[in-house]
């Protein structure tokens, strides 16, 4: 069990879960102080956590379920677990339903409305792997999936959803979306092959490139509006200064005709930027505060 245990949290990039759960840490302060000027309980960042595990997990599960013949094609992906014989679909279907179980427990814990939200994370979280199959929007979708996290964590500690929440995601659903793009430049040969849809496929790499940008500079004005309308300060503005450098870096990683330091742009740049906006988040509105 063990050993299945860590084969299924290495085919799902168990690891990966840094992209999202700063942002839903971020949420989660900045929607306590905005909203009901105290910081989140001990408690209530324990079953934030527990909850974004088991999205995440969940989310990525059933992607490759879903994906299972399609990443048997792809060189790229041919070796993952579930087309190499290493896990058996119904066991990586339970891993789903337990971590499903654990997402819906965590919100119950929270409050009433972050379980009547549960079913829109749910069919997000389900219908993002067959986008692909029927529009090139496929990271759109997927940016709209992880920018739930911050909207969580928002929601779970206040219980409800203002403005400045709204932009939070639609801020982390353009990033999502942006590297989401640069990613799938990679399998643009094989996406057009297999009839499967994607901005790159559709537009070319050079075009997605230039799409991807255009997202994080609506990425760097969405951190931008948030510093404008809530009370944080200079030291927020700091991490935001130093995220749209890493994203104007991760753009110059990547070009049209050299892809060689793709997963550098994606895994690397795109960790330590949310990251960054969550630890001059929580120096401004925790440690500098001192609440």
Known sequence: MIAKLRVFLEMI???HTLFALPFA?????LGAVTVEKRLPEWSECGWILLAMVGARTAAMGLNRLIDKAIDARNPRTANRALPAGLLKSAEVIVYIVVSFVLLFWAAAKLNPLAVKLLPIAV??????????RITWA?????????????LGGWVGVTGGV?????ILYVTVALWSAGFDI???????????????????ARFGIAGALWIARAFHVLTAVGFALILALTDLSWWYFA???VSAALLLYEHRLVKPNDLS?????????NGILSAVIFVFTFIDLVVIRSW
Do not use: W
């Not at 640069?182 to 790159?200: M, N, T, W």
């Open 239 to 241: 991490g935001m200064i």
């Open 25 to 29: 840490y971020v949420g989660a302060i």
């Open 123 to 132: 069919f997000m979280t389900v219908i993002y792997s067959y986008t692909k």
């Open 162 to 166: 203002t403005l400045e929440a709204m």
């Open 261 to 269: 330091k793709l997963n550098a742009a994606f895994f690397t740049m």
């Open 182 to 200: 640069i990613y799938a430049c990679q399998d643009v040969e094989f996406d057009r092959k297999e009839g499967l849809h994607s901005i790159p």
């Open 138 to 150: 496929c990271h759109i979708v997927l940016g709209l999936t992880l920018g739930l996290a911050p």
């Open 13 to 15: 990039k168990f690891e």
